[in-house]
T-cell receptor, first 114, second 112 residues
Framework: GEEVAQTPKHLVRGEGQKAKLYCAPI?????VFWYQQVLKNEFKFLIS????????ETGMPKERFSAKCLPNSPCSLEIQATKLEDSAVYFC????????????FGSGTRLTVV | GESVGLHLPTLSVQEGDNSIINCAYS??????FIWYKQESGKGPQFIID?????DKRQGQRVTVLLNKTVKHLSLQIAATQPGDSAVYFC???????????FGGGTRLMVKP
C-alpha cells in the first residue's frame, strides 16, 4: 500500500506486561525506522532496518526492547516487562533509501502503561 | 551531540497572517533539515526540506530559511489557514543521513 500501517492504534498494558507493536512499511520500501514520542514532544530514534537486517540500533534501550523485520511479515517492536516511562506514541517510518529524505511516517501506536 | 530545539512552544496567529516558526540546532555538521507538521492523532507529515548548501527554499505557501552561521532555521507559512493548525517540528539529519534528530514542537493555533 501507499501508507505505513501501524497496529494497534492504542495499546494498554499493566506494568510488567509485554507490549508488541507492528508496522507494515510501504510496498517497495527497504528501510524501516522506529521512533518514540513522549508527551507529544520530542521524538527519540530507536532502531532502523534494511530489509530484515538491523541498520542502526544506537537508540534502542539495552534492556527490554527488541525489534524484528522478517520477510513477508510486518515489522515488530516488542517491549518486555513494560514500565510506566514506556508510555509514549511509537512511530514507524519507511523509506526506499537509507537517508531521511524519503521518510513516510505511520500514524503511530499509543502505548499506555498503567 | 546533536540537539535541535524550538524557541516558542505555542504560536497563535490570525487567519490570513503569515506565521514564522523558529528552530535552533547545535551540531554544525548537520547537513539536512526537514520541517514536519503533526496533526492530532497522526504521524509527522513532510512539509519542506533544505540542505546545508542552500539558505532558502520555497514551496507552496511555505518557505524555509537556513542560517548556518548561527545554526538557526525557520519555517514561514504565508496566509495562514485554519488547516495549518498543528504542531510543527524541525529535524536534522546526522552525517550518515539515516537518522533524524527532532526538536520539541511548536503548536500553531490559527484564529479565525
Amino acid at each position: 500500500g501507499e501508507e505505513v500501517a501501524q497496529t494497534p492504534k492504542h495499546l494498554v498494558r499493566g506494568e510488567g506486561q509485554k507490549a508488541k507493536l507492528y508496522c507494515a512499511p510501504i510496498k517497495g520500501h527497504s528501510y524501516v525506522f522506529w521512533y518514540q514520542q513522549v508527551l507529544k514532544n520530542e521524538f527519540k530514534f530507536l532502531i532502523s532496518f534494511q530489509n530484515e537486517n538491523v541498520f542502526d540500533e544506537t537508540g534502542m534501550p539495552k534492556e527490554r526492547f527488541s525489534a524484528k523485520c522478517l520477510p513477508n511479515s510486518p515489522c515488530s517492536l516488542e517491549i518486555q516487562a513494560t514500565k510506566l516511562e514506556d508510555s509514549a506514541v511509537y512511530f514507524c517510518a519507511s523509506s526506499q533509501e537509507s537517508t531521511v529524505s524519503g521518510y513516510t511516517f505511520g500514524s503511530g501506536t499509543r502505548l499506555t502503561v498503567v | 551531540g546533536e540537539s535541535v530545539g524550538l524557541h516558542l512552544p505555542t504560536l497563535s496567529v490570525q487567519e490570513g497572517d503569515n506565521s514564522i516558526i523558529n528552530c535552533a540546532y547545535s551540531n554544525s555538521a548537520s547537513d539536512y533539515f526537514i520541517w514536519y507538521k503533526q496533526e492530532s492523532g497522526k504521524g509527522p507529515q513532510f512539509i519542506i526540506d533544505i540542505r546545508s548548501n542552500m539558505d532558502k527554499r520555497q514551496g507552496q505557501r511555505v518557505t524555509v530559511l537556513l542560517n548556518k552561521t548561527v545554526k538557526h532555521l525557520s519555517l514561514q507559512i504565508a496566509a495562514t489557514q485554519p488547516g495549518d493548525s498543528a504542531v510543527y517540528f524541525c529535524a536534522a539529519s546526522n552525517n550518515a543521513g539515516n537518522m533524524l534528530t527532532f526538536g520539541g514542537g511548536t503548536r500553531l493555533m490559527v484564529k479565525p
